[in-house]
Nanobody, 124 residues
Framework: QVQLVESGGGLVQAGGSLRLSCAAS????????MAWFRQAPGKEREFVAA????????VYAESVKGRFTISRDNAKNAVYLQMNSLKSEDTAVYYC?????????????????WGQGTQVTVSS
């Protein structure tokens, strides 16, 4: 059973930065792909970024390309999301998720395990 615990959310001004962390325990082949999703009030949960543990290959949503960076630390079993140049529209609850299979299948229903989420609020 994979467990994911997010941390690092908070309140930040527009233009600022935050770094989210996701600690993963119980990793198996079903957790080869790690991802971040987010959900704003009244909106669907949407994909943000994903990374493959084995080689560090990444994919990003267009809305965050060039501003957000996903990375992993194999020794710590942790995944990070560095968020720069934050905008008010980045305000959401951010979730860590994992699955096996293809890095390029980013549909949220393909992810098996989810964390509890961490709130990010960007003030304008």
């Amino acid at each position: 059973q994979v467990q994911l615990v997010e941390s690092g959310g908070g309140l930040v001004q527009a233009g600022g930065s935050l770094r989210l962390s996701c600690a993963a325990s119980g990793r198996t082949d079903s957790s080869e792909i790690m991802a971040w999703f987010r959900q704003a009030p009244g909106k669907e949960r949407e994909f943000v970024a994903a990374i493959r543990w084995s080689d560090g290959k990444t994919v990003y949503a267009e809305s965050v390309k060039g501003r957000f960076t996903i990375s992993r630390d194999n020794a710590k079993n942790a995944v990070y999301l560095q968020m720069n140049s934050l905008k008010s529209e980045d305000t959401a609850v951010y979730y860590c998720a994992c699955k096996g299979g293809s890095l390029y299948n980013i549909a949220k229903n393909s992810f098996n395990y989810w964390g509890q989420g961490t709130q990010v609020t960007v003030s304008s």
